[in-house]
Structures are given as C-alpha cells and as structure tokens.
C-alpha cells in the first residue's frame, strides 16, 4: 500500500466522520481502490424498521449504498473535489438477516465532464444473496473535473 492510498483512505475517513448521517448510523470506511470503495454498517436497534423482524430500515441501507457511490467517485482516478447525488435506483432483493453487519461495495465505473456514474451492492453476511444493488448519478465538480 502507498502513502497515496493511506492518504487518500484517511481522507475520506474524515470526510465520512463530518457528516452527521455517517456518525448517526455508525458508517465506517473498510477500504478503498482506484474508483471503488467498501462501507459497513452494523446491524443496531435504533436503525430496525420493522420491530416484529428487527430487520434494519431500507432508508439505512439505501443512505449506506449512496454514501458508499459518493466515495467511489472521489477515490476514482478522474474523481472530482467534490461530489453530490444525482440519481440512484436501489433495487431491494431481501431483507437483511437482523443482527448482522450491511456491507456495500461501489464501484464508479465511467466519469464525464459533468456526471459520475456507479454501481454498488449491499449484503450481510451471506454475500452470495445481496440484500440490495443499485446504480446511480453523481455530479462531478473541482479538482479532476
């Protein structure tokens, strides 16, 4: 790993650490890669949307996976300084098993001047059965741009 890397990872821990959503719903930054980055999100009380199942609220996933999209675009090589959402389907697929940690992996697979675009997936611990997938838009601007 460069010196590049941990930077840039610190970077964004940071960022991540600024935002009152992240801190609220316990977000933490796993890894990174050129145009790609990995979330996780524990499994808490405070976040279930359904008391009877204790399964976590899809508004926690999807807020998980876009802020999981955003990071991509900043870590990838064109990335821009700055970035915000501009379109993102999610497509739920299961509920997530209660107890259990949601990760999302992002991936920003081409930028334009102006539009960033991203696929991701989130899943517990049973990767092979994604609880959601999505793919969005986001705006490019700054550095990079």
């Not at 964004?12 to 890894?31: E, G, I, W």
């Not at 970035?83 to 992002?106: E, F, N, S, V």
């Not at 959601?132 to 490019?140: D, H, I, K, Q």
Request: proline share 6%; aromatic share 4%; charged share 20%.
């Amino acid at each position: 790993m460069t010196d590049d890397y941990e930077t840039r990872k610190d970077r964004v821990a940071r960022f991540m650490q600024a935002l009152p959503h992240c801190r609220a719903l316990n977000m933490t930054l796993v890894d990174i890669g050129p145009g790609e980055a990995v979330m996780s999100m524990p499994w808490d009380e405070k976040l279930v949307g359904d008391p009877a199942t204790g399964v976590i609220h899809g508004g926690a996933v999807s807020s998980l996976m876009d802020s999981c999209g955003g990071t991509a675009v900043m870590v990838h090589p064109d990335g821009p300084g700055g970035t915000a959402t501009l379109d993102l389907r999610i497509d739920y697929m299961r509920p997530a098993t209660p107890g259990q940690t949601i990760t999302a992996r992002a991936t920003c697979y081409h930028i334009t001047r102006t539009v960033a675009f991203v696929r991701a997936v989130a899943t517990d611990d049973d990767t092979e059965r994604p609880v959601a997938t999505a793919s969005g838009a986001f705006t490019v601007t700054g550095a990079g741009a």
